[in-house]
């Protein structure tokens, strides 16, 4: 057990999580002030849980309701011939995507061909006036196409073969944000 638990460096504990997820709202709020249409929009399965929260946050501040959205990804995937086939899961857009400012929020950024399929799936909804991407996490110096995120909570730099572990909790109590040797 010590093995496993040495293995493993925590990057954000539940306090600091909360804290990122009211610094990203409060950044979304001040630079989309002026947006009619505001969409936030998780990335199925790790964008749902953050877009979620970052949804409840901007209703304070932006005082009027604002519902999360999900957007399944996985049959816009470019390596759909190299994997097994897809777990398909629910796409739930909370407006019209014709002509709104999109928020798309993913846990985190590494490669960017995640963020790249969430446009091409997003595209088939409709044309955005703008789209931002809010990650909890951006994984430097591991991309491999140009993408780069509008609002992040925390860039870490890590090896390849690490993992990012993001875990939430229904009370947010024992949400935590982890680096995982390999």
């Known amino acids: 057990m010590d093995s496993i638990m040495s293995a493993r460096r925590i990057l954000m504990t539940a306090d600091g999580l909360r804290l990122a997820i009211s610094r990203m709202a409060h950044e979304i709020a001040e630079r989309d002030a002026g947006a009619e249409r505001l969409l936030i929009v998780g990335v199925q399965a790790g964008g749902i849980h953050l ?47 014709q002509g709104a400012t999109v928020v798309l929020v993913d846990d985190v950024l590494f490669s960017g061909r995640t963020v ?24 430097l110096g591991h991309r491999q196409v140009p993408i780069q995120a509008d609002y992040v909570a925390r860039k870490v730099e890590s090896l390849p073969g690490q993992r990012v ?16 040797q390999p």
């Open 116 to 139: 790249r399929a969430a446009l091409d799936a997003l595209h088939d909804f409709g044309r955005p006036e703008r789209v931002r991407l809010a990650v909890l996490v951006d994984r």
């Open 51 to 97: 877009a979620a929260r970052l949804a409840q946050e901007l209703q304070q501040w932006r005082g009027q309701p604002l519902i999360a959205g999900q957007l399944d990804v996985s049959m816009h995937r470019d390596d759909l011939s190299q994997r097994p086939a897809p777990a398909i899961r629910p796409t739930n857009l909370p407006g019209d995507v």
């Open 165 to 180: 572990e993001v875990m939430w909790s229904e009370d947010g109590s024992e949400d935590g944000v982890f680096l995982n």
